[in-house]
């Protein structure tokens, strides 16, 4: 469903963040994207949805080639790429309501944005997520007074009212507690599946991917070095990954009692 | 551990802001010469001071009877005048301060418009309100409407550039997230840039509003109308109670615009 062929981004500096990455994501598969920082997690998530601009290279999301579209075509198609972000990045001055409806700025004209004035089958979708994530009673409210867990839930809302084919999801549990983290995950996963969605997730926590994720890519220096299962991230390969460390604490499963004590 | 040991025991001070202790005496020493010869070079005609003294003290004097009724149709045709050429001038200026602070802010505008849009900042800055004010009496004539040109000129160039600052300095994420969207651009500046610097643009107007009846109150001086007028004629006929009258007024709107201006920014945070 999402292909990507010999994928490169080089920054102005120079630095070559990705090396002709090859991915091939069919339609529903969760996958997780685990890499050091600087390994180019980031950048191959914002070149899909072309919020940075590859350098070659080529993207096909179902048909389309998504490198080279024009600005009102590359508009169209970046309302089936849901995009969820590290700290939310919710529109802080915007009501809840608000930053869910602007997933749907796709989809209606200027005026009828403008004068807040979306159609009902939006405000009614709009309601029927926040309810689905527990915040039906906060539309209102204004983004800047919910806690982290509950902008994480906004920012998916905003990202699943766009009625997408793909998820893109960078860094969901960054700024999240342990549990809040696991929840967020849950959720994410568990709405791919209802919905039947692909997603691509950035994600440091190791454990937490294993957790959830069908498949996992292991990125460094801007290249795939491990495409497998999770089960399949053995200490040897997460060394390739990241570099020499101890691992057996982080694969090793976690049990939920555990978690729960320690918090 | 041997480097440490050698550190241990010694004081630390932060290091100098220039690290050339030779180049940094010669500065410090050029500046205190500079100081000496710029304050020798002060001719005060002491004798002088001592008559205007005089005056001085007159002219605060008039402060203790101000004469608000001898000329009380001046001051208020004038005051009226000011205040219609301050908001009139400043809805003008602000509404076209907007689109050319899009265009100067570098994160949003491509470069082309970007240079347009900062070079017409900077013929707006560089301009001095007096110089403007005197050209268009010029053109114009006297009256208000050249002072209403003259502010809605200089208001372009302060907002549009403060405004544009507010712009580059907003948060990437945020607006990013509108852009992934697959918003249009207009949707993109009403949802991801806009309600980020709604309070900045709010707090530069009022201020700006302000200045602008303040400036009004001096472009009568070069006879762009308004209360500034009615001042310079008060002034030239010597009457410093009518003066001090019609500056007690402008200090007072002043107050109550700056009073206007906290209450409203705290509602808007």
């Keep these: 469903m999402l292909r990507l062929e010999k994928l490169v981004k080089t920054y102005k500096t120079g630095d070559q963040a990705l090396k002709a990455v090859e991915l091939n994501v069919p339609e529903g598969q969760v996958l997780a994207l685990i890499g050091p920082s600087g390994a180019g997690k980031s950048t191959l998530i914002r070149c899909i949805n072309r919020l940075v601009e590859p350098t070659s290279g080529r993207i096909y999301l179902g048909d389309v080639e998504l490198t080279g579209l024009s600005q009102g075509n590359l508009r169209r198609e970046r309302r089936r790429m849901g995009m969820i972000f590290q700290e939310y990045a919710l529109v802080e001055r915007l009501s809840v309501m608000e930053n869910v409806l602007s997933g749907r700025l796709g989809y209606v004209g200027f005026w009828r944005s403008f004068l807040r004035r979306f159609p009902q089958k939006d405000v009614d979708e709009a309601f029927r997520l926040l309810d689905r994530v527990g915040l039906a009673h906060m539309a209102d409210k204004r983004a800047d007074e919910l806690s982290g867990g509950q902008r994480q839930r906004v920012g998916i809302c905003r990202a699943l009212i766009q009625n997408p084919a793909l998820l893109l999801v960078d860094e969901p549990t960054a700024s999240l507690d342990p549990k809040t983290s696991r929840q967020i995950m849950r959720l994410i996963c568990e709405l791919c599946k209802e919905r039947g969605l692909a997603a691509i997730i950035n994600i440091h926590d190791v454990a937490l991917a294993q957790m959830f994720v069908q498949r996992v890519i292991g990125l460094r220096f801007g290249a795939v070095e491990f495409d497998g299962p999770p089960d399949g991230l053995t200490p040897d390969v997460l060394t390739t990954i990241y570099g020499e460390e101890d691992w057996e604490a982080t694969i090793a499963p976690v049990d939920e009692d555990e978690v729960e004590a320690a918090e | 551990m041997s480097e440490l040991h050698t550190l241990i025991g010694k004081p630390w001070r932060k290091p100098s802001f220039i690290k050339r202790p030779w180049l940094r005496w010669a500065l410090m020493l050029g500046f205190a010469a500079y100081l000496i010869a710029a304050y ?76 347009i849009c900062r070079s017409i900042i900077a013929i707006s800055r560089a301009l001095q309100e007096i110089i403007v004010a005197i050209l268009l009496v010029a053109i114009f004539g006297f009256g208000p409407l050249a002072g209403f040109l003259t502010l809605s000129f200089a208001t372009i160039g302060f907002l549009s550039k403060l405004l544009a600052e507010g712009i580059e300095s907003m948060d990437k994420v945020q607006a990013e997230a509108i852009k992934a969207s697959g918003a249009r651009w207009t949707q993109w500046i009403n949802y991801g840039v806009q309600p980020q610097v709604m309070p900045r643009l709010i707090g530069l107007s009022i201020y700006r509003l302000d200045i602008n009846f303040r400036e009004s109150a001096i472009l009568g001086l070069v006879g762009a109308g308004g209360i500034g007028a009615t001042l310079n004629t008060a002034f030239d006929r010597y009457e410093y109670d009518t003066a001090a009258a019609i500056l007690m007024i402008i200090i007072l709107i002043v107050m109550a615009l700056e009073y206007l201006s906290g209450v409203i920014r705290a509602r808007v945070q």
């Design chain 2, 40 to 115: 020798m070079t002060i001719d005060v005609n002491w004798s002088r001071v001592y008559e205007g003294l005089e005056r001085g003290k007159k002219f605060i004097l008039a402060f203790t009877s101000p004469d608000f009724t001898t000329r009380s149709s001046d001051i208020y045709a004038g005051m009226v005048e000011s205040i219609i050429m301050t908001i009139a001038s400043s809805v003008v200026g602000i509404a076209i301060s907007i689109p050319i602070a899009l265009g100067a802010a570098r994160n949003i505008a491509p470069l082309p418009i970007y240079l």
